[in-house]
């Protein structure tokens, strides 16, 4: 564990020092704060990079999923539905809004979601929901590669 809390230190600087060039490294880097459970930095990083780039999904999604594993399903849920907004389509977030509703349980909504990404991907099944946290889905699918 220190091991892997060190090398996502080294992480974050070298993600600080890049954000300069590329900004949008932001989502990244608070990923970086959430592998350390360093919500309240994570959630600065994100709002402060949404709000400079609200066109970039992947900082929704990012702060959406922090939302929801701390609990803040109507903030999480906020997040989704901007992106949607702008990507009706996305995968990613409508994953996050399925599980947003189950663990909501909004049963009528939760199926409305379901069946849009049913549409999208035929082999989706509602058992494949998982309401882990983003790092743990992560780890998890490094394993399997």
Same mark, same amino acid.
């Given at each position: 564990?220190?091991? *892997?809390?060190?090398?996502?230190? @080294?992480?974050?600087?070298?993600? =600080?020092?890049?954000?300069?060039?590329?900004? %949008?490294?932001?989502? !990244? %880097?608070? #990923?970086?704060?959430?592998?350390? $459970?360093?919500?309240? !930095?994570?959630?600065?990083? %994100?709002?402060? $990079?949404?709000?400079?780039?609200?066109? +970039?999904?992947?900082? %929704?999604?990012?702060?959406?999923? $922090? +939302?929801?594993?701390?609990?803040?399903?109507?903030?999480?849920?906020?997040?989704? #539905?901007?992106?949607? @907004? =702008? +990507?009706?389509?996305?995968?990613?977030?409508?994953?996050?809004? #399925?599980?947003?509703?189950?663990?909501?349980?909004?049963?009528?909504?939760? @199926? *409305?979601? =379901?069946?849009?990404? !049913?549409?999208?991907?035929?082999?989706? &099944?509602h058992e494949e929901v998982?309401?882990?946290?983003? @790092?743990? *889905?992560?780890?998890?699918? #490094? *394993?399997? &590669?």
């Amino acid at each position: 564990m220190f091991n *892997e809390d060190s090398k996502t230190r @080294q992480e974050i600087r070298r993600l =600080q020092k890049k954000m300069k060039k590329s900004p %949008l490294l932001f989502a !990244r %880097l608070a #990923e970086c704060y959430l592998k350390l $459970g360093d919500w309240d !930095r994570a959630e600065k990083v %994100l709002i402060r $990079g949404v709000a400079d780039h609200p066109d +970039y999904v992947t900082g %929704l999604l990012v702060l959406g999923e $922090g +939302y929801l594993y701390t609990g803040l399903h109507r903030d999480a849920l906020e997040c989704v #539905e901007k992106g949607l @907004q =702008q +990507y009706p389509n996305h995968m990613g977030l409508l994953r996050l809004k #399925e599980k947003i509703k189950k663990q909501t349980e909004e049963e009528q909504d939760l @199926q *409305e979601v =379901q069946d849009s990404i !049913r549409s999208l991907d035929p082999l989706h &099944t509602h058992e494949e929901v998982s309401v882990e946290a983003p @790092q743990e *889905e992560r780890r998890k699918a #490094e *394993e399997l &590669t």
